[in-house]
T-cell receptor, first 111, second 111 residues
Framework: DTAVSQTPKYLVTQMGNDKSIKCEQNLGHDTMYWYKQDSKKFLKIMFS???????INETVPNRFSPKSPDKAHLNLHINSLELGDSAVYFCASLGKDYIQYFGAGTRLSVL | KQEVTQIPAALSVPEGENLVLNCSFT??????LQWFRQDPGKGLTSLLLIQSSQREQTSGRLNASLDKSSGRSTLYIAASQPGDSATYLCAVRGGADGLTFGKGTHLIIQP
């Protein structure tokens, strides 16, 4: 009954590969986000979707492509992975109480 | 562009002390401010949310204040316990939906 769930929890891959991270929320929220937490633990927003439509696209390489098949899911696909993509990626959703609810994170290691 | 600064970056205190974590932001045009807790290897847990029209919020031993005009917030933790050890993150929500985070205060409560 986890509210915001991400899979996988850990992802280890080689440079140049393509990978996806999945996110699902069962809270009925309309808005979902992807954040990146770098090696210095600094969290930055990447994307925001409202009801399957892109709202925010921060300065993120176009190798990153979010996909929202329905408002409960926001997946993150990454092409041609680079060493600098290694980070923890967090999915979140926005409640009617204006609180953002975060998933447990996906730790991506690019070798 | 919004910038959020948290002071101190790290803090270590004996159990039982009251303590204050500080957060400042450069653009006072915010919708709300949220304090989170992050445990090592885990996601973010929302502690308190203060709307822009509010001055403070309380939850148990935690009290957060907001002075929007001066761009400051404080998180007060009363009677600290070893279980309070974590990284505390301050984040503001501005015109867009996404949150802008500070770099966090790493808190250690010594038993």
């Amino acid at each position: 009954d986890t509210a915001v769930s991400q899979t996988p929890k850990y992802l280890v891959t080689q440079m140049g590969n393509d990978k996806s991270i999945k996110c699902e929320q069962n809270l009925g929220h309309d808005t979902m986000y992807w954040y990146k937490q770098d090696s210095k633990k600094f969290l930055k927003i990447m994307f925001s979707y409202n009801n399957k439509e892109l709202i925010i696209n921060e300065t993120v390489p176009n190798r990153f492509s979010p996909k929202s098949p329905d408002k409960a899911h926001l997946n993150l696909h990454i092409n041609s992975l680079e060493l600098g993509d290694s980070a923890v990626y967090f999915c979140a959703s926005l409640g009617k109480d204006y609180i953002q609810y975060f998933g447990a994170g996906t730790r991506l290691s690019v070798l | 562009k919004q910038e959020v600064t948290q002071i101190p970056a790290a803090l270590s205190v004996p159990e039982g002390e009251n303590l204050v974590l500080n957060c400042s932001f450069t653009d006072s045009a915010i919708y709300n401010l949220q304090w989170f807790r992050q445990d090592p290897g885990k996601g973010l847990t929302s502690l308190l949310l203060i709307q822009s029209s509010q001055r403070e919020q309380t939850s148990g031993r935690l009290n957060a204040s907001l002075d929007k005009s001066s761009g400051r917030s404080t998180l007060y933790i009363a009677a600290s316990q070893p279980g309070d050890s974590a990284t505390y993150l301050c984040a503001v929500r501005g015109g867009a939906d996404g949150l802008t985070f500070g770099k966090g205060t790493h808190l250690i409560i010594q038993p």
